[in-house]
């Protein structure tokens, strides 16, 4: 067993105002994301100008921020915050949903593609290969906050977190920002060296991603107030298997072009 590193979730306190690290990761996001974005826009080819770029990244954080938000309180706890309405609001306690986070982003490149008058599936493939680091940082963040552990285990690396009970428990959330963050950038980042049909890259990130967290859904500890859902499948594998649907007939689309 692995001790867990007990690290503050608030990284500065300065009077009433709190820097916490879960927030830290969405300007990291930002700040690393940026060049990420020029560099696969000229990768594309992409008739963009910094100052677009630069406008479409804000689209796609503010895509994050509140669709994550609004598909958390939808599809996980709808009735706790209906009874808690200013709970909505504390995005810095954790909370956010990658499914309502990824809707939100598709909304967001959709009206970002035609105010710009580049192919939606074009900006989406964009976004496909710049996602992964902000997935990475952001299962960083749930690490730190202690939140999305794992479901009990015995193997050597298991750690016990706290507000988890006594039982050692699989550190689900690195598991996440290996799979989904680092290997999936990867993947998506070799792939995108050389010039791909529309599509064809946002199809291998939803199909990437949906196989990651189905598989890690299987030792990550479901949420308590939903359970195993039918099928014995849980809400984050329900939420997936529309996604490898779509990226697989994204990729199809796609070669056919």
Same mark, same amino acid.
């Given at each position: 067993m692995i001790a867990y590193p007990h690290i503050d979730p608030v990284l500065v306190q300065i009077g009433p105002v709190a820097i916490r690290w879960y927030g830290l990761m969405y300007t990291l996001t930002f700040l690393?994301?940026?060049?990420?974005?020029?560099? +696969?826009?000229?990768? +594309?080819?992409?008739? &963009?100008? #910094?100052?677009?770029? *630069?406008?479409?990244?804000?689209y796609a954080l503010l895509g994050v921020i509140l669709g994550g938000r609004l598909g958390y309180i939808f599809f996980y706890q709808f009735e706790y915050y209906l009874a808690n309405p200013l709970a909505m609001l504390r995005v810095w306690e954790g909370g956010m949903s990658f499914h309502g986070g990824l809707l939100g982003v598709l909304l967001a490149g959709f009206l970002f593609a035609r105010q710009s008058g580049v192919p939606f599936l074009a900006i989406g493939d964009l976004l496909a290969v710049v996602t992964p680091m902000g997935l990475f940082l952001g299962r960083i963040g749930n690490f730190i906050n202690g939140e999305l552990w794992g479901r009990p285990t015995d193997l050597p690396w298991a750690m016990v977190f706290p507000g988890a009970g006594s039982l050692p428990r699989h550190p689900s959330q690195l598991y996440e920002a290996v799979l989904e963050g680092v290997l999936l950038f990867v993947l998506l980042w070799v792939l995108g060296r050389r010039p791909r049909a529309p599509g064809f890259l946002g199809g291998v990130f939803l199909m990437g991603y949906g196989l990651c967290r189905l598989l890690v859904e299987l030792v990550r500890e479901p949420d308590a107030h939903l359970g195993i859902l039918s099928l014995g &499948?849980?809400?984050? +594998?329900? &939420?997936? &298997? #529309?996604?490898?649907?779509?990226?697989? *007939?994204?990729?199809?689309?796609?070669r056919k072009s």
């Open positions: 690393l994301g940026w060049p990420l974005l020029k560099a +696969q826009a000229r990768r +594309q080819a992409l008739p &963009l100008e #910094p100052e677009r770029l *630069a406008d479409l990244l804000m &499948l849980t809400m984050g +594998q329900w &939420l997936s &298997l #529309p996604m490898l649907l779509l990226g697989a *007939a994204l990729i199809s689309h796609s």
